[in-house]
């Protein structure tokens, strides 16, 4: 009948309506966890390139006291401010992180600026990058660099994608304060990255001028301890 007709009609129309409804609705959500995605690809990207320089650079020597002099203009900023007088560095805070890191000590230099102290601290650490490279030989020095810094890379990225994983499970409750996930994810995502780096710069720098480096022997004996409870994406590293 008539009436018949135009009832099929109008519930054919209310389930295509609802069917584009969910479309778009399932659409929004795929775009959104891509976003999401994206975020961790530039992450990714970063220290894929990090990695590959490393594999293949060359120069490995410049390429780390270069991150030395940016690790030495960090700590002089943060103990011995451009604003601060000199009577007013925070010579404690800068002799414990220097002796943490470096073979050298604050108190064997006689400085009277923060230039001054930046520039022997360069030095001392440059002086002391190429004594154990003529110690150990300009090639072992190259492969020890190189392996030190692909074991922080490795090892603290595959910790980051774990806290990353845990960062992305938790960061949906955000939008109960009226927040967006989104935005919140980006921004921590950010700043948990810089620290990575950071850390990752820091610990092989440590490494590289604590440590000395092992024979092939020993080191095939390290890389044979079975390595458990890997993230997934660990097989991409190698």
Wanted: overall charge negative.
């Amino acid at each position: 009948t008539l009436g018949e007709g135009a009832l099929t009609k109008l519930l054919t129309r209310t389930i295509e309506r609802a069917q584009r409804q969910v479309e778009a609705h399932n659409f929004d959500i795929r775009k959104r966890l891509l976003e999401y995605d994206n975020i961790m690809n530039r992450q990714r990207q970063v220290i894929y390139e990090d990695r590959r320089e490393i594999l293949e650079g060359e120069n490995l020597k410049e390429e780390i006291l270069k991150m030395v002099e940016e690790l030495i203009d960090e700590m002089v900023n943060e103990y011995a401010g451009k604003d601060v007088h000199r009577e007013d560095w925070d010579i404690k805070g800068l002799e414990e992180r220097i002796n943490h890191i470096f073979p050298f000590s604050l108190s064997d230099m006689s400085v009277s600026d923060r230039d001054e102290l930046r520039d022997r601290m360069i030095r001392e650490a440059r002086e002391a990058y190429e004594a154990k490279e003529r110690d150990v030989g300009q090639e072992a020095m190259k492969e020890f660099v190189r392996h030190v810094f692909l074991q922080f890379t490795d090892g603290k990225w595959k910790d980051h994608l774990y806290a990353m994983d845990h960062l992305r499970e938790g960061i949906h409750y955000r939008a109960y304060g009226e927040k967006d996930p989104l935005i919140e994810y980006q921004h921590e995502a950010y700043v948990m990255f810089e620290d990575l780096k950071k850390r990752i710069v820091e610990d092989t720098i440590q490494a590289i001028f604590r440590l000395r480096p092992v024979s092939e022997e020993m080191r095939g004996v390290f890389l044979r301890v079975p390595q458990e409870f890997l993230h997934p994406e660990a097989a991409r590293l190698g």
